[in-house]
């Protein structure tokens, strides 16, 4: 065990993947207990489709991947909070819209480009191979940001995401903690589009906070566990992807899958 | 305490309250009741800032601050998995002290469980909010309210969809809060007999019918019974 992971902390390419990545699992679950419980999930899944788009526009253009994307996700969801706060428009079905025309685009503009399938293969289910060093800088710095603002804000966030109204009344500008919320969401799904694949991030926010809900039932507690859920479950992915050659991706995504069912279960049998 | 000015509040361009003008003091158990959209809330609304008013002026007295009011929405549903526990839903009533501090200080993790004490319920403080009855559930509404403040508190139809036991079990709670402490109280209510019993004065806002009095005037004033047939007929529906 030792060994495997000595040999795979010798490449580069997997060292920067495994920072990145914890970082990023790390941010996602936290943001994901938000997002889950004030029934924003979708709107997660939305932006990592617009990340796509807009990765593809940034390979035409032959720029930094990272510099195009992070603005595009971060105005679109800011544009999507102020959707969903205006209930006239419909948010499910506008996501719907926007995620199958960021699809669109960003297939389009690559195909554009190269005409080859690997370009979307690696930006639909993630590649390890994807983060070069400037990349690997900008991401830790973005989730050391995510992180600082999520302890120094938590007790508005938690506080905000339970009860609104009490919050707006305590004279909290929930407007405020609203668009932080949804811009360290977009800055953490565009950091960890790279490695996870942008069909496949937001299952990062959405499963260990699901997990950890099952059988925890205090907000602090829940956030904390998910947060460590989440980590192990990156760890145990990657290596497993790195002794079988699979996916990185999917293979942290089923890891996170099998231990939701084990907590499941666990819940179930608590209960009776 | 707080004087409110020919107070005009509304949705869009239609005005719900026309015109309110009231002198609330230090003390006071003020029942608002009416039949339903008649602005009961939005003129609670109004008094904890989440509704701007459109003219007229609510003016606080004695360095009252808006976010000094302590406020219990009206029951709507909270997730059925929403993990919180009772202790961290009491404490986050002292939001309006932290400002620009990120986290709570000292006194008010101890004025959480101080009132926890104070309304018997610190036995469920480990409790998860979602597992809890009815009844406890508003106590725990009631207890974050009181952490928020301890002069003014706010009450949307409190006791609405509890059984009759935690209802009086509540508003007896309350009324002592008003009595013992001298808490004055605001409670928007359907329930015009127990307002009687309890309450220093009523408001009922009910269009161009709308009146505030004592509750000793409202029992000896004829126009006003026919009001309270009416707003006891609203409640049979």
């Known amino acids: 065990m030792i060994q495997i992971f000595s040999e795979m902390f010798s490449y580069t390419f997997i060292l920067r993947a495994i920072i990145v990545g914890l970082l990023v699992s790390l941010c996602a679950s936290i943001l994901g207990v938000v997002l889950v419980l004030k029934r924003y999930s979708m709107i997660g899944d939305g932006l990592s489709h617009v990340g796509f788009g807009a990765l593809g526009i940034a390979t035409v253009l032959n720029v930094a991947p990272l510099k195009i994307a992070l603005p595009t996700v971060i105005i679109v969801a800011f544009l999507l909070l102020k959707i969903s706060e205006n209930s006239k428009i419909k948010g499910d079905s506008l996501i719907a819209l926007i995620s199958a025309s960021s699809l669109a685009i960003g297939i389009f503009a690559i195909s554009l480009k190269s005409g080859v399938n690997t370009d979307i293969n690696n930006f639909l289910f993630g590649s390890i191979l994807a983060m070069s060093k400037s990349d690997l800088i900008l991401s830790i710095i973005c989730s050391i940001l995510v992180l600082i603002l999520f302890i120094i804000f938590y007790n508005k966030i938690f506080a905000v995401t339970f009860d609104e109204n009490f919050a707006k009344a305590s004279g909290i500008k929930t407007n405020i903690y609203n668009i932080v919320i949804s811009v360290l969401t977009a800055v953490t799904i565009v950091i960890g589009m790279r490695i996870m694949g942008s069909l496949l991030i937001s299952s990062l926010i959405i499963f260990p906070s699901l997990t950890s809900m099952q059988i925890f039932k205090k907000f602090k507690f829940v956030v904390i566990t998910s947060a460590i859920i989440s980590v192990v479950c990156f760890m145990i992915g990657i290596t497993i992807s790195y002794i079988f050659g699979t996916p990185t991706g999917a293979s942290i995504v089923i890891i996170n899958l099998i231990v939701f069912i084990i907590f499941w279960i666990i819940s179930i049998i608590k209960r009776h | ?237």
């Open chain 2, 1 to 237: 305490m707080i004087e409110i000015d020919k107070l005009c509040v509304g949705y869009e361009n239609k005005k719900v309250i026309d015109n309110l003008s009231l002198n609330i003091k230090s003390g006071d158990y003020i029942c608002v009741v009416g039949p339903n959209g008649a602005g009961k809330s939005t003129f609670v609304k109004a008094l904890v800032g989440l509704k701007k008013e459109m003219s007229g002026k609510i003016t606080l007295k004695k360095n009252l601050k808006r976010n000094e009011i302590g406020y219990l929405p009206q029951i709507k549903k909270i997730q059925d998995n929403f993990p919180a526990s009772v202790y961290e839903i009491v404490l986050s009533g002292c939001l309006n002290k932290l400002s620009i501090k990120p986290f709570y200080s000292k006194k008010d993790k101890e004025k959480a469980i101080e009132t926890l004490k104070k309304l018997n319920i610190l036995n469920l403080k480990d409790k998860c909010y979602t597992e809890l009855s009815g009844g406890q559930q508003q106590k725990v509404m009631l207890a974050r309210a009181l952490c928020a403040s301890d002069k003014i508190i706010v009450l949307d139809e409190p006791v609405t969809g509890l059984d009759p036991t935690s209802t009086s079990d509540l508003y007896k709670k309350i009324s002592e809060l008003n009595k013992k402490d001298g808490l004055t109280v605001i409670m928007v209510t359907h329930d015009v007999e127990t307002s009687l019993e309890y309450a220093t004065h009523i408001l009922n806002i009910n269009g161009k019918n709308t009146f505030f009095s004592t509750i000793s005037d409202y029992l000896h004033n004829n126009t006003c019974e026919c009001v309270e047939s009416e707003a006891f007929n609203d409640t049979n529906i």
